[in-house]
C-alpha cells in the first residue's frame, strides 16, 4: 500500500502540468473567468486533480490568480487568456474529420417535406443543424435565452466539460456545481438526451450520468485511458484481490 500511495503521488506530480492546462480551459469557458475553489476540490476526483489542489495553485502565478469573493470564498481567476487554449475538442476534430464532428449535434429544423431546396441550400441547412454555430469559448451572455443558438452553446459547453474530465463522463452533481459558472439551465437533461451522436446518459432524468460517445469504444471501455485512470484499475484490482491471489503475487514477485 505504501509504494501505490507513493505510485499514486508520482503519477500527480508528472501530470500536474497536463492538470493545470485543464483548469485553464475550465476557467475560460466560466463566466467571469473564475470558479470557486471550493467547487473544483469537490470535483477534483473527476477532473484528475491532486488532493492539495487548493494549495499547489500558488505555485503557477503566470496561469492562475486566488481572490476573495463577496461571500468571502476563495475562487481561482485566470491570469492570463490563450488563444491557442480557446479551441474545443470538437473543432480540434473538425480538421481531422468534418464529417463525423458535423454529426455529432443535431438540431432540427422543422419543415416541409416538400420544401423547395436546392443543394446549396440543402448545404446550409444541414450546416446550421448539425455542427455547433457558437464556440464554448465566446461569452454565452451575449446570446438571447432559449434560443436554437443559446442551446447548442450549452450543449457546446457540456461536451468541452466532459473531454476535460478524467474518464470523460461526469454525475449531474458534478455537471451542475458549475452551474452558474458554465451558464447551465435545469433543462439541460433534455437537451443532452436529444444529441444521441454526441452523448449517452445512464440512470433518471433526476439523477444521470452522462459520457462523450466518441471517447468509448464498442466494449464500453475508454479509447484513450489517462495514465491515472490506469493506475486506479489496478489500485481496484488490487481491492478485489482474495487471500489466495495477494499469496500468489507475492509469490511471483519473488
Not at 470564498?73 to 488563444?83: M, T
Not at 440543402?122 to 442551446?151: K, N, Q
Request: include cysteine; charged fraction near 30%.
Amino acid at each position: 500500500m505504501c509504494s501505490l500511495l507513493e505510485e499514486e503521488r508520482r503519477l500527480h506530480d508528472q501530470l500536474l502540468p497536463t492538470r493545470v492546462r485543464a483548469v485553464r480551459k475550465l476557467l475560460m469557458l466560466a463566466d467571469h473567468r473564475r470558479i470557486p475553489l471550493a467547487k473544483l476540490h469537490h470535483c477534483r476526483a473527476v477532473l484528475g486533480l491532486p488532493d492539495d489542489f487548493r494549495d499547489r495553485v500558488r505555485e503557477f502565478p503566470g496561469d492562475f490568480r486566488v481572490a476573495v469573493d463577496p461571500d468571502g470564498r476563495d475562487v481561482l481567476e485566470l491570469a492570463r487568456w490563450d488563444p491557442a487554449l480557446a479551441v474545443s475538442a470538437l473543432e480540434r476534430d473538425f480538421v481531422v474529420d468534418e464529417r463525423r464532428v458535423r454529426r455529432t449535434f443535431r438540431f432540427a429544423v422543422p419543415h416541409s417535406r416538400s420544401m423547395p431546396l436546392d443543394a446549396e441550400d440543402a448545404d446550409r441547412l444541414d450546416a446550421a443543424t448539425t455542427f455547433p454555430l457558437v464556440s464554448p469559448y465566446t461569452s454565452g451572455a451575449l446570446l438571447r435565452p432559449w434560443t436554437p443558438e443559446a442551446e447548442k452553446y450549452r450543449v457546446g459547453v457540456v461536451h468541452e466539460f466532459l473531454s476535460l474530465t478524467l474518464e470523460k463522463r461526469a454525475l449531474i452533481h458534478h455537471i451542475f456545481e458549475f452551474k452558474e459558472e458554465l451558464g447551465l439551465t435545469r433543462h439541460m437533461h433534455a437537451s443532452l438526451r436529444k444529441q444521441s451522436h454526441a452523448f449517452y446518459l445512464a440512470g433518471t432524468e433526476m439523477n444521470w450520468a452522462v459520457f462523450l460517445r466518441d471517447a468509448y469504444g464498442g466494449d464500453g471501455d475508454l479509447r484513450e485511458k489517462d495514465p491515472l485512470v490506469l493506475f486506479n484499475e489496478k489500485l481496484r484490482r488490487y481491492a478485489c484481490m482474495t487471500k489466495m491471489d495477494s499469496s500468489e503475487s507475492i509469490a511471483t514477485a519473488y
